[in-house]
């Protein structure tokens, strides 16, 4: 499944070359950047927010050095346009880390447990089968 190539795919990279980060992780970057999916034309995701853009119903919060690349990547691949926040004050985690998630009324934290929930709402997960084969690239 998609989801189980995305996490390989990122396993890899993380092992072999070490982490790479997606173009909008940069220090010179705004804390907050709506991304869409990728378009025919030149290969970019990340544009400069808009005020219609900044009404993202998914919303990111994370930054390069913690697990929020793992959940970009898989939003990537999957054609969700979201939104990106590196500010902590608002993220839903009770405990302010990253990554944590907020879709809509939906505030999730952990990697594992945000991937689960956008294959589920998003993704192919729409057997318990599906639901499986991605859950043990999730965990493992």
């Not at 004050?89 to 809509?104: A, C, E, Q, T, Y």
Request: aromatic share 10%; glycine share 4%; proline share 8%.
């Amino acid at each position: 499944t998609m989801l189980k190539a995305t996490i390989v795919a990122m396993a890899a990279v993380q092992t072999v070359s070490g982490f790479t980060a997606p173009a909008h992780f940069s220090p010179k970057s705004p804390s907050l950047q709506t991304c869409q999916p990728f378009t025919k034309g030149p290969r970019t995701s990340m544009r400069t927010p808009t005020a219609l853009q900044l009404r993202s119903e998914l919303t990111l919060y994370g930054n390069r050095n913690s697990r929020s690349p793992l959940i970009e990547w898989y939003l990537v691949e999957i054609n969700k346009q979201y939104t990106h926040s590196e500010d902590r004050s608002s993220n839903p985690n009770p405990f302010g880390k990253i990554p944590g998630l907020r879709d809509d009324k939906v505030e999730l934290f952990e990697s594992g447990a945000i991937l689960l929930y956008l294959s589920d709402k998003y993704g192919e997960s729409n057997t318990p089968e599906k639901r499986a084969d991605a859950a043990k690239w999730i965990v493992w």
